[in-house]
């Protein structure tokens, strides 16, 4: 399996760090012509506005939601979930492309400022630990459409959700030593991956596995 990540700004390299550290294959997408061959890809946390600004007239986002739409498995983490958000709660992105195909409507910076950036607990679906989440300037997930699965809350809010094999975060699971997230999405489209290597992460004693909670999807959107 080989998995892109979006490339254009933010914190993709430590995404590709994640992806190295569990064994996949992976490449930096910047041009239409990077998506050739990928079996899914991520994109990353970072400037949503930088994002949208940077892609455009270069072709990348009308290819790319092509691809999402005819199947290709994606998650969004934080600004990435902005761009793949059906809906917004303001036009501050109007007039740029983006790409949709999840069926929720996000509020954009709702958690704060940068200096309001916080580290959370997040409850996972069929885990019993938390997963410690870092939220920088996040957007919250203020409405879900029909379809559309939570796979992680914090204070009751659902911070990390699928539709298909269409996954979207509000956090950074990129940031810190738990690949759980990563994980999840990546067995949930039937990826082998090495499991508990993540920096000095040591495997958790008696916690259910997450990936269960993310059985590979019926069918690709």
Do not use: K
């Amino acid at each position: 399996m080989i998995v892109g990540v979006l490339g254009l700004q933010g914190a993709f390299r430590e995404h590709l760090t994640v992806l190295g550290s569990l064994g996949l294959a992976s490449r930096t997408v910047t041009r239409p012509e990077h998506l050739d061959g990928l079996d899914s890809i991520i994109l990353p946390g970072g400037e949503s506005s930088a994002m949208v600004r940077i892609a455009a007239g270069t072709g990348l986002f009308p290819a790319l939601r092509a691809r999402i739409h005819t199947g290709l498995p994606v998650f969004g983490t934080c600004a990435g979930l902005i761009l793949l958000a059906d809906r917004l709660t303001d036009d501050s992105l109007e007039g740029f492309d983006r790409l949709g195909g999840l069926d929720v409507t996000v509020s954009r910076n709702a958690y704060g400022r940068q200096r309001e950036s916080f580290c959370a607990p997040v409850a996972m679906t069929g885990d019993d630990a938390d997963f410690p989440a870092t939220f920088i300037r996040a957007p919250q997930i203020v409405g879900l459409g029909e379809g559309v699965e939570v796979l992680g809350t914090h204070a009751g809010t659902p911070v990390l959700v699928r539709q298909g094999t269409v996954w979207g975060a509000s956090f950074h699971p990129e940031l810190g030593t738990d690949a759980r997230v990563h994980e999840g999405f990546l067995h949930s489209l039937g990826a082998s991956v090495q499991r508990g290597i993540v920096a000095s992460r040591a495997p958790r004693r008696g916690a259910s596995d997450f990936r269960r909670a993310a059985p590979a999807a019926d069918s690709h959107r």
